[in-house]
């Protein structure tokens, strides 16, 4: 089935307060579904509390070692990465709540999802500090830098990139909290992590929903913004300290790389919206779907290169480890 515009679809410019309300009720349908499928899981049940003790300082404990950690060393890298990038939702919360507004159904997704991502940073805190995962220190002082610097979205010019960006964004959470934990070497955070991209998981099925209801709306308006937000996509974290060096490590790591990004967070949404597929648009509309397929294709081939790069990478590694017995 191809998504054809309604209707209503007009080519006029669609303003971001008619959309708002064009959309509200389909934010009510996808809130009250969103609200029958999510489980009210406890972020304490995910923390091994029987392994903390206190650390040095006012309790007078035991200092932080590397060798407490039981976390693989992209483990902890992701871990902080990730946690930091969770870290920021007060600014996240400021940017939806300014764009999307906090009345009426719009404004009960808002505060729903923001009590949501809460917990993600809780528990991935309370896991980290009673495991001993990482360095308290450094992730205290990473996090008052991220959170001073504040969080401006590339995509609050209109609504319609807003959505389209977290509807890619919740999904490139996802990959990367399950990625994390798979390459984590601990089953428990491992566990914890599963729990959190479930979530990430709903909230990119809600945007995504959304996304789908403003093709049939505005189709050449939508496409033109999933394009600027595809070719221009940036992680939320990009800001933190030491990113791009993170990230690096991540990308070689098969945490979250340019394969990844293509394979399992690109194409699935734009799939699911047939976005390459839609018939029916004007010239604006057709101009960025085609730009929007051009983009995929050089991406898939970036991802194709990065890959033997990465594989030949991991070869000369593992005959150095070979070779040093
Ligand atoms: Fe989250
Ligand atoms: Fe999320």
Redesign the pocket.
């Known amino acids: 089935m191809t998504i054809s515009p309604s209707p209503l679809a007009t080519s006029e410019t669609w303003t971001d307060a008619r959309l708002l309300y064009a959309l509200e009720e389909v934010v009510e349908t996808e809130l009250n579904r969103h609200l029958t499928v999510a489980k009210d899981w406890m972020p304490h049940e995910y923390v091994p509390w029987s392994e903390g003790r206190d650390f040095d300082g006012v309790m007078g404990g035991e200092p932080w070692a590397p060798e407490q950690s039981k976390v693989s060393a992209i483990g902890r890298t992701a871990l902080v990465v990730n946690l930091l990038t969770e870290d920021n939702l007060p600014s996240y919360h400021h940017e939806i709540a300014t764009l999307f507004g906090r009345d009426g159904a719009w404004g009960n997704w808002v505060h729903r999802?923001t009590a949501?991502?809460g917990r993600h940073g809780i528990v991935m805190r309370d896991y980290l500090l009673t495991t001993r995962a990482v360095d308290p220190v450094e992730l205290e002082r990473f996090r008052m830098a991220h959170m001073s610097e504040g969080f401006e979205s590339d995509n609050r010019h209109s609504m319609l990139h807003s959505v389209a960006y977290v509807a890619f964004q919740?999904l490139a959470?996802r990959i990367s909290h399950r990625n994390t934990g798979h390459h984590s070497g601990d089953p428990v955070c491992d566990r914890m992590l599963a729990r959190i991209a479930t979530?990430?998981n709903l909230?990119m099925v809600f945007y995504r929903n959304l996304l789908r209801k403003a093709f049939e709306l505005a189709p050449d308006q939508t496409m033109a913004a999933v394009r600027d937000v595809v070719v221009n996509f940036r992680m939320p974290g990009h800001g933190m300290p030491g990113f791009e060096r993170a990230a690096a490590q991540m990308a070689i790591g098969g945490i979250y790389n340019l394969r990844i990004h293509h394979d399992d967070v690109l194409q699935p949404v734009l799939r699911f919206l047939k976005a390459l597929d839609i018939s029916g648009l004007g010239p604006e509309g057709l101009a960025a779907q085609e730009e929007l397929g051009l983009f995929m294709e050089g991406l898939d081939g970036q991802a194709t290169k990065f890959d033997e790069r990465r594989e030949a990478l991991l070869a000369r590694r593992a005959a150095r480890r070979e070779a040093a017995g």
């Open positions: 999802w949501e991502e919740e959470t979530d990430e909230h």
